[in-house]
């Protein structure tokens, strides 16, 4: 059963810092991997998908990587802004018709102008 | 505006009781899922719908039922066998097909056991 681990729970950082969220899964049979954000309260929004045959993706100042064989992705977060505060959530996609998504817990990032 | 839309926003329920929670999508998608969230933790799946008036337990179903009976919608209802239902419910879709791997999420419902 798959399972996904992000460290650390929450990090504050100052504005203007690049920072680096990790997630990792213990079963490299993904078919993608997907980072979603989460303000307080509120649904999720997808951010960035990357299929299990790619390495990363790049959305603006977001960038996320892959790497199967160490069930690990990073999400890359450039010249960070206080909007940015929010959690994070990593999911990966199985390969079933469903496409079923197992969510890790989430970081919560504190931006501080 | 094509989206999710979930109500209510707020629900109180007394114990014994079964609530049920609107997902209303008008995106066109075929596949339709429920999400329980609790603090501090990641998202877990109650049931899914590929198609309509077809559905398939998730991870956690137990104490849960759903109906598929309008591509549009996908009812969630929370019955009294649920021992511990104050939780956020999310609602996603996604188009099915290749390349359409992204679920889209409504705002959520939060439950309240009194």
């Known amino acids: 059963k798959q399972e996904v681990t992000q460290i650390p729970a929450a990090l504050s950082v100052p504005e203007g810092e690049n920072l680096v969220l990790n997630c990792s899964f213990t079963d490299s049979a993904i078919y993608n991997l997907q980072w979603f954000r989460q303000d307080p309260g509120k649904g999720l929004t997808s951010l960035l998908l990357?299929?299990?045959?790619?390495r990363e993706q790049t959305s603006g100042r977001l960038n996320a990587s892959l790497d199967k064989s160490s069930g690990r992705s990073t999400l890359y977060i450039a010249a960070s802004q206080p909007g940015d505060s929010a959690t994070y959530l990593c999911?990966?996609?199985?390969?079933?018709?469903?496409?079923?998504?197992?969510f890790g817990s989430g970081t919560q990032l504190t931006v501080l102008p | 505006d094509g989206g999710i839309t979930q109500s209510p926003k707020y629900l109180f329920r007394k114990e014994g009781q079964n609530v049920t929670l609107s997902c209303e999508q008008n995106l066109n998608h075929d596949a339709m899922y429920w999400y329980r969230q609790d603090p501090g933790q990641g998202l877990r799946l109650i049931y899914y719908?590929?198609?309509?008036?077809?559905?398939q337990k998730g991870d956690i179903a137990e104490g849960y039922s759903v109906s598929r009976e309008k591509k549009e919608s996908f009812p969630l209802t929370v019955t009294s066998a649920q021992k511990n239902p104050t939780a956020f419910y999310l609602c996603a879709s996604r188009r099915s097909g290749s390349g359409t791997d992204t679920q889209y999420f409504g705002p959520g419902t939060r439950l309240t056991v009194l």
């Open positions: 719908s590929q198609i309509v008036n077809d559905f």
């Open positions: 990357i299929q299990s045959s790619q």
């Open positions: 999911a990966a996609g199985d390969s079933g018709s469903a496409r079923q998504l197992t």
